[in-house]
């Protein structure tokens, strides 16, 4: 059974701390793994894919890096605006469109 | 801008009542999905269709059904609601192959 999961479940940094959340995945063949940001009362935004192992991606403070493995989003130097639950999501082999999501991380970054 | 929207943001229903969730979306999208988002468990895939007249079962499709007679919209039915139903519902679209675009989401109360 293809499964998602993200540590740590919830995550306190104060600003400028840098971190990095964990999305490890067990799936039939990846097809491209996928990182959303959710901020509380709205829908999922979408942030990064990557594709292949020792893909790396970058947007602002965020940057995404996948292994066979699993991923990570490393936040550098995280402002309070960056507070928000991240999800990871996999895409699976044969064809389907699904994605096979982790429950998130709530990450709270302190002025 | 194209976008995605959910009708009615919020809705409060009884038990046994049918009630059916809008999305609608205005990027040509061919792929719709239905997802349920609970406490503990993250984002669950209920139905999804990759066309006109396409639909399929997601890992929690009982007591759902969708329809799907344009590109644009893909609406849910719940057809006779339960407590176990009280969520909140995500709309997605995606092209072929590409990362999926989230509506605002329906906060669905049922007492």
């Known amino acids: 059974e293809d499964q998602v999961t993200q540590s740590p479940e919830a995550l306190r940094l104060q600003e400028g701390e840098s971190s990095s959340l964990n999305c490890s995945y067990t799936?039939?063949?990846?097809?491209?793994l996928f990182w959303y940001r959710q901020d509380p009362g709205k829908g999922p935004e979408f942030l990064f894919t990557l594709y292949s192992a020792g893909e790396e991606k970058e947007k602002e403070r965020l940057k995404a890096t996948l292994t066979k493995k699993e991923s990570f989003l490393h936040i550098t130097a995280p402002k309070p605006e960056d507070s928000a639950t991240y999800l990871c999501?996999?895409?699976?082999?044969?064809?389907?469109?699904?994605?096979?999501f982790g429950k998130g991380t709530k990450l709270t970054v302190n002025p | 801008d194209a976008e995605i929207t959910q009708s009615p943001r919020h809705k409060i229903t009884e038990t046994g009542r049918q009630v059916t969730l809008a999305c609608h979306q205005t990027?040509?999208?061919?792929?719709m999905f239905w997802y349920r988002q609970d406490l503990g468990h993250g984002l669950r895939l209920i139905h999804y269709?990759?066309?006109?007249?396409?639909?399929n079962k997601g890992e929690v499709s009982d007591g759902y059904s969708v329809s799907r007679s344009n590109t644009e919209d893909l609406p849910l039915t719940l057809e006779s609601a339960a407590s176990s139903q009280t969520s909140v519902y995500f709309c997605?679209?995606?092209?072929?192959?590409?990362?999926?675009?989230f509506g605002p989401g329906t906060r669905l109360t049922v007492l």
């Open positions: 990027w040509n999208h061919n792929n």
């Open positions: 999501a996999a895409k699976t082999q044969g064809g389907s469109e699904k994605l096979v």
């Open positions: 997605a679209s995606s092209p072929h192959g590409n990362e999926q675009f």
């Open positions: 799936v039939s063949g990846l097809r491209g």
């Open positions: 269709s990759y066309g006109v007249q396409d639909t």
